[in-house]
């Protein structure tokens, strides 16, 4: 009798796990629909049956004990009492299970290893590269099953080329996509200041902040369209939705045109920024359409590629990156609890730790001005050329991203004999402190792009550090990209907890080191 329970447990056992492994197949193959409660209801009945085919044996074994052994009514009470916790702790470990399936399905991934786990079902439609979730969707749920040494059959992709997915589309969609009911699309005219006020409140109240809630971004009007207006840029590439009966702005996103080399393919492409949607719309879908829409917008134009960063992983990054951060103004950083002060260390010694020289060293060291561009963007573009991902900046486009402008970009050059040697540039990025009685926003310097062909690294950035914190900044953060590690360490900078993914749309290419990685966006 019991072997043939089994035996049915055992038929519908691998009906549960054929079904998720066929549903996982098809979402390899691009076949898209909502199966994420299939999923959890399948591994749920796993759970189930495993659990209820244990409690049999279980009650087989007890049975048998009672029948063999005459005991007193107190030891087989005592006997029961030991075998209820075990019932409940198999219990607690499945349900906590089903939940952890499930939480991890809907929680933003953070890594790689959190990303492997999860179900993109818009990301699948896409012209990316996969995760090769399958693997570890048979990793989580089925780890105690053999089929789980069949892991190495299904590695994440690999990817050896570089080239576009698909092929530039010969024909484009006219109409815009539809949105939820009570929207509407809106192209943004920024050069109207009611217009681009909106679009200020919509990212200062709604973008990206940290996990904690206690920084959020705050871009100036003023560095919005320095950094959504550059050379080439396009209106309809400023793309709005709108509530339909009061007009209120409470979805954003844009692009603005990009030459990039991939390793040693240049490519017209777009640089994606600005996904913003209202806090209490995120769960009306409204994002996947934005990405659609304004894709739509970028094809029509001819272009078909695109760069972008997130904090998330999604698929699938070319390269991760991690941000350092060099205290400058170190009594009010710990006061907003950006940072903390370290074991065994006193107010007093971090600022003595942290303290700068009262001037710059570096002969020749100063802000740039219009007469250095043709020198400062050639040895620029020279030392771009290092580099698997990188920019290819025109000149009419440096002088749009580094000519200096009070609040939004600083850029330095070092001049020895009326020739430009090295620069240093940083672009200014407030956060608001939120919840914090004293201080409202923290000042920040990220740096840009750094050239250093005859000053050493770690003086030409520690004059880069004094003159950020002479204008009021009070931490100046970078990214452990391009040449930056030479300096970071030495000139006391702290790693963060924040990494940043690097994307490309719809082109494949071998993944990047951050040392390789020669792109920064705002």
């Not at 591994?43 to 009650?59: Q, T």
């Amino acid at each position: 009798m019991y072997f043939l329970l089994y035996i049915i447990y055992y038929i519908f056992f691998k009906c549960l796990l054929y079904i998720s492994l066929i549903i996982e197949c098809l979402k390899l193959l691009n076949i898209s629909f909502n199966c994420l409660s299939l999923q959890v209801t399948c591994i749920a009945l796993i759970n189930l049956l495993l659990l209820y085919h244990s409690s049999k044996k279980r009650e087989a074994r007890k049975k048998k004990k009672e029948a063999a052994h005459a005991a007193s009514e107190n030891h087989n009470n005592n006997k029961e009492e030991k075998e209820m916790p075990s019932a409940c702790n198999i219990s607690i470990k499945d349900i906590q299970m089903a939940m952890e399936v499930f939480n991890i399905q809907q929680k933003p991934a953070k890594t790689q290893e959190e990303a492997m786990q999860k179900s993109y079902q818009f990301w699948s439609t896409q012209p990316v590269p996969k995760m090769g979730d399958l693997l570890n969707h048979i990793k989580i749920y089925l780890f105690y099953i053999i089929f789980s040494k069949c892991m190495l059959l299904f590695p994440d992709e690999k990817i050896v080329r570089n080239e576009p997915i698909e092929p530039d589309k010969t024909s484009v969609r006219a109409e815009p996509y539809s949105l939820p009911a009570d929207f509407q699309w809106d192209t943004l005219n920024l050069d109207d200041p009611l217009v681009l006020s909106e679009l200020y409140t919509l990212l200062s109240e709604n973008y990206v902040e940290d996990d904690d809630a206690m920084f959020r971004f705050d871009y100036p009007p003023n560095f919005l369209k320095w950094a959504l207006q550059p050379p080439g840029w396009c209106k309809e590439w400023h793309c709005g939705v709108r509530v339909s009966k009061s007009g209120r702005l409470v979805g954003f996103i844009s692009a603005i045109p990009a030459t990039l080399r991939v390793y040693n393919h240049t490519q017209k492409m777009v640089e994606i920024n600005f996904l913003c949607v209202h806090k209490k719309l995120r769960s009306k879908r409204v994002a996947p359409v934005l990405i659609r829409e304004i894709t739509r917008r970028v094809n029509l134009k001819g272009i078909f590629q695109a760069v972008y960063t997130a904090g998330v992983v999604l698929p699938k990054p070319i390269a991760t990156c991690r941000y350092w951060h060099r205290s400058l103004n170190p009594k009010k950083l710990i006061d907003i609890k950006f940072s903390h002060l370290t074991r065994n260390m006193t107010m007093q010694r971090t600022l003595k730790l942290y303290k700068l020289p009262e001037h710059t060293k570096v002969p020749g060291f100063r802000k740039l001005v219009y007469t250095d561009i043709p020198q400062a963007h050639k040895i620029l573009t020279e030392y771009l050329e290092k580099f698997d991902l990188a920019p290819v900046f025109s000149v009419e486009e440096f002088e749009h991203w580094f000519l200096p402008q009070a609040g939004i970009i600083n850029s330095f050059v070092v001049e020895k004999e009326g020739k430009i040697t090295d620069m240093v540039s940083y672009y200014t990025l407030p956060s608001s402190i939120m919840h914090h009685q004293t201080h409202k926003t923290l000042k920040a310097a990220y740096s840009f792009y750094n050239v250093s062909t005859t000053t050493p690294w770690l003086e030409l950035m520690m004059d880069a550090l004094i003159s950020a914190r002479d204008l009021g900044f009070d931490v100046f953060n970078a990214l452990d990209l391009m040449d930056n590690k030479e300096f970071l360490e030495p000139l006391k900078f702290g790693i963060g907890d924040g990494n940043l993914q690097y994307y490309l749309y719809n082109w494949r290419c071998p993944s990047m080191t951050p040392g390789k990685i020669g792109l920064v966006l705002q």
